[in-house]
């Protein structure tokens, strides 16, 4: 009985998150990306309010890459499990997963930039006051959340983590999926030989150019993440996975020098 009630509670939290969301009305347009980077990058407020600006115009197939992690990721989420979002940000990844599924899982998203987390803190603050959302302050160098997660996203973060604390963390990935759960990591990669990466690179600045960046942006944003941003080959990322104990492993996106991956826990 007591489950029921509980049950019945979140649900009708979840309604009314919901109609708060309708009543809001269409979403005014995020603000234009012009941000100058004077030092390393850093995810500070400036960043947090363009971000959504950034991404479709910084990353390539943008919206195909969002749907598609959502339609895979989807086919693994099990009732009672947690679906986890590593470096969250504000919150676009998680959130279909958690209009789709909501009170029968729990949603839990990983954020250190403390602007990025405010901004997603107030995206799920309905579902965060009935017990569904929880957004974390954990560091991927050292943590992941206690919990079982049936699906893990990681969308363009772990290139963010030191390379010399990757294969720690994505064995804690695997460690806290269940058995036939699954982990999504999408990433920026180098090219295999020099000459291949340097045509694709080349490439992604010409997209960069075409989505209205100046020279002047361009450069102050590589030159920003220099050090930052650390990719690495994409069968690099799939040996990491490998060896945390994913398998089978498959690239179901890939535009130049950016790809995605689903890999399972058997």
């Known amino acids: 009985m007591i489950s029921k009630q509980l049950d019945d509670a979140v649900s009708e939290a979840l309604k009314q998150e919901r109609a708060r969301r309708i009543e809001q009305g269409a979403t005014p347009a995020p603000p234009v990306d012009h941000t100058m980077p004077t030092g390393r990058w850093t995810f500070d407020a400036d960043v947090a309010d363009v971000f959504d600006d950034m991404l479709r115009r910084s990353i390539p197939q943008y919206d195909v890459m969002r749907s598609t992690v959502t339609a895979i990721g989807a086919s693994f989420v099990r009732p009672n499990t947690a679906i986890v ?40 603050e309905g579902y965060r006051r009935a017990g569904v959302v929880e957004i974390r302050d954990t560091d991927l160098r050292h943590g992941y959340p206690p919990v079982q997660a049936s699906l893990t996203l990681a969308v363009l973060t772990v290139q963010f983590v030191p390379i010399e604390y990757r294969p720690a963390l994505l064995r804690r990935v695997f460690e806290h999926t269940i058995p036939g759960g699954a982990f999504v990591l999408v990433e920026k990669v180098l090219g295999a030989a020099g000459v291949l990466d340097e045509l694709m690179t080349e490439r992604y600045l010409a997209l960069k150019r075409e989505q209205g960046y100046s020279e002047d942006e361009i450069a102050r944003k590589r030159l920003a993440l220099e050090g930052v941003l650390v990719p690495v080959t994409a069968s690099w990322n799939e040996e990491l996975l490998r060896a945390a104990g994913f398998t089978p492993i498959e690239c179901f996106w890939r535009w130049m020098n950016f790809a995605g991956w689903i890999a399972l826990k058997p």
């Open 85 to 124: 979002d590593l470096g969250c940000s504000r919150g676009d990844a998680l959130d279909p997963f958690v209009a789709r599924f909501g009170a029968y899982n729990r949603f839990v998203g990983v954020e250190i930039s403390e602007p990025m987390r405010a901004a997603a803190l107030a995206r799920f």
